[in-house]
């Protein structure tokens, strides 16, 4: 079979969450570091987000066509349920995650901060947005992963945004208060999925 190579700097929390996701299942690649708008990226996606995909003559961008194919394709823990209302469900999770809490988490807040380097006032309204995000968090966590089926595209995709929240004063107030995310996130750390496939620490 054709080498998966998985294009995107490995500090990314999407290109974390297809690598987590390669890691439960077993799958093979090799990681080409290349970032944002970079030429390997603008090759396949149109807008230069990461990460991107190819596998021999199949190329794809956004990371939930990227973990679809992954789990599809792959022999491996099934990381999606294959029950209709259970991925309907999975399905709204992996939404909620890619479009409403990275582009709070993410893309309001420690974008902003780690890579803008803005006065911290400056993302208070996301603070506030981040919250009640991990407020919500707390109501839903019930188990020991996201969905009843063990661990799944949905924490692979989840994880890496607590985990970098955390890693500032308020994502680790809001994370302290919340003490089923907490814990959430210190044994999914530990998965090893998550181990295997985290980033480098940072210069």
């Avoid at 789990?71 to 209302?85: E, H, I, N, R």
């Avoid at 893309?107 to 947005?129: D, H, N, T």
Wanted: aromatic share 8%; with cysteine; glycine share 6%.
């Amino acid at each position: 079979m054709a080498e998966l190579e998985i294009i995107g700097v490995p500090f990314s929390n999407f290109v974390w969450a297809v690598r987590a996701c390669c890691a439960a299942k077993g799958v093979p690649y090799r990681l080409n570091p290349a970032r944002p708008h970079s030429p390997e990226v603008l090759a396949i996606h149109p807008f230069g987000k990461i990460p991107a995909l190819r596998h021999g003559e199949v190329t794809l961008f956004e990371t939930r066509a990227i973990i679809g194919y992954i789990d599809a394709v792959f022999p491996g823990p099934k990381l999606l349920p294959q029950d209709p209302v259970a991925m309907a469900r999975a399905e709204a999770w992996l939404s909620l995650v890619n479009t409403t809490i990275d582009q709070v988490c993410m893309r309001q807040f420690i974008v902003p901060l780690v890579f803008g380097k803005v006065e911290r006032g400056a993302v208070a309204p996301a603070v506030a947005a981040l919250e009640k995000q991990v407020a919500w968090l707390e109501t839903q966590l019930t188990g020991d992963f996201v969905l009843p089926m063990g661990f799944s595209a949905v924490d692979a995709d989840l994880v890496p945004i607590l985990h970098y929240i955390n890693t500032q004063p308020e994502g680790a107030a809001a994370i302290a208060a919340a003490p089923k995310v907490a814990a959430y996130l210190q044994r999914l750390l530990a998965h090893p999925a998550m181990l295997a496939s985290a980033p480098p620490p940072r210069g």
